[in-house]
């Protein structure tokens, strides 16, 4: 373990660490607004960046994340006004990006070959002034992700919802696109431009398996993520394979396990209340003692055919003696 002693070895582990938090914490809200593939497509976005970067002599870091920024800011801008699909969006996101960043790579004279290092990852040479950089990406990205969340949760869950609620939805879905914008600007240096949303959303789903409230699920995620960043980065080191590959890896790695795991801890959530003793009876818990009702505390959701009660930013629907989770 003397290889912990390089101070290359520390910056990277630092950095890695960083963005394994902060990762997961704005993916949380990319895989509730269903766009899990928002992060590939603001991935070949960034490309154009850095490729436009390579042909000025310029900073890549800087370009990336103005270039990914505006991308991002303009497929929401479609997506509000409807002129055109979440897939078209993403699909020009793809293309157009890609293809651009790799075109102003071959004017700069490096071709394909030039972009290598941010399209996977290059921890190993990320330098003091790349930490401090990351360091204060992340520390924004955590800042919002965390203080904010109940409000982009509501947005996320339900914009009709959060519109009644007078929360301005708009803005905080430019939020949530500029901030993974950022995020994945952030982590090309770790893991890569095209495995950067394998970060932001194997941590989420594996801990949506196991966990069922968004809090737990969303500490959970930043845990996953930081430990697969750590883990997979010394693996990689300790037999010389590609860090950024390998901390992808071990995502799906806890992705798996989770499934088991969930199974084994929500294998008697679902049993009918008229048979106690069969497997699919529902279990009833401690906030099934709570009768809601005009005047209960917990602010009341008309939904037609139901009444809906929020607790901690999730919705709980009555079910004949208890309320479930939904």
């Known amino acids: 373990m003397e290889f912990l002693t390089l101070a290359f070895v520390q910056r990277a582990l630092i950095a890695a660490a960083m963005v394994g938090l902060c990762s997961p914490s704005i993916g949380t809200y990319i895989v509730q607004?269903?766009?899990?593939?928002?992060?590939?497509?603001?991935?070949?976005?960034?490309?154009?960046?850095?490729?436009?970067?390579?042909?000025t002599g310029s900073a890549p870091l800087g370009w990336a994340v103005a270039i990914c920024v505006a991308g991002a800011i303009g497929i929401e801008t479609a997506r509000?006004?409807?002129?055109?699909t979440g897939d078209i969006g993403l699909a020009v996101l793809f293309y157009g990006g890609l293809a651009g960043g790799v075109l102003m790579a071959s004017v700069a004279g490096q071709g394909a070959g030039g972009l290598?290092?941010?399209?996977?990852?290059?921890?190993?040479?990320?330098s003091t002034q790349d930490l401090w950089v990351?360091?204060?990406?992340?520390?924004?990205?955590?800042?919002i992700a965390v203080g904010l969340s109940p409000q982009l949760f509501t947005v996320c869950a339900d914009e009709d919802f959060a519109r009644t609620l007078g929360l301005p939805v708009k803005a905080y879905n430019y939020l949530i696109v500029i901030l993974a914008a950022?995020?994945?600007?952030?982590?090309?240096?770790?893991?890569?431009?095209?495995?950067?949303?394998?970060?932001?959303v194997i941590p989420v789903a594996a801990a949506q398996n196991i966990f069922r409230g968004f809090w737990a699920s969303l500490w959970a995620a930043m845990g996953i993520g930081l430990v697969a960043s750590i883990t997979g980065?010394?693996?990689a080191v300790f037999a010389n394979l590609a860090p950024g590959a390998m901390i992808?890896?071990?995502?799906?790695?806890?992705?798996?396990?989770?499934?088991?795991?969930?199974?084994?801890l929500h294998s008697g959530r679902h049993r009918r209340l008229d048979d106690p003793d069969s497997p699919t009876s529902h279990d009833?818990?401690?906030?099934?003692?709570?009768?809601?009702?005009?005047?209960?505390?917990?602010?009341?959701?008309?939904?037609?055919?139901?009444?809906?009660?929020?607790?901690?930013?999730h919705l709980h629907r009555r079910h004949q003696d208890h309320y479930d989770e939904h």
């Not at 509000?80 to 055109?84: H, I, K, M, P, T």
């Not at 992808?248 to 084994?264: K, Q």
């Open 33 to 55: 607004r269903r766009l899990s593939l928002l992060g590939d497509g603001l991935g070949h976005v960034a490309i154009a960046g850095v490729g436009l970067a390579l042909m």
């Open 80 to 84: 509000q006004r409807g002129r055109a």
């Open 116 to 126: 290598s290092s941010y399209l996977f990852g290059s921890l190993n040479t990320v």
């Open 134 to 143: 990351v360091a204060g990406l992340c520390a924004v990205i955590l800042l």
């Open 182 to 200: 950022i995020t994945v600007t952030t982590a090309m240096r770790t893991v890569g431009l095209l495995l950067v949303s394998a970060l932001m």
């Open 233 to 235: 980065y010394l693996v």
């Open 248 to 264: 992808v890896i071990i995502t799906i790695v806890f992705f798996i396990i989770s499934w088991p795991i969930a199974a084994l």
């Open 284 to 313: 009833i818990t401690v906030h099934d003692q709570h009768v809601h009702g005009p005047g209960c505390g917990h602010e009341a959701v008309d939904h037609g055919d139901h009444v809906d009660y929020i607790h901690d930013g």
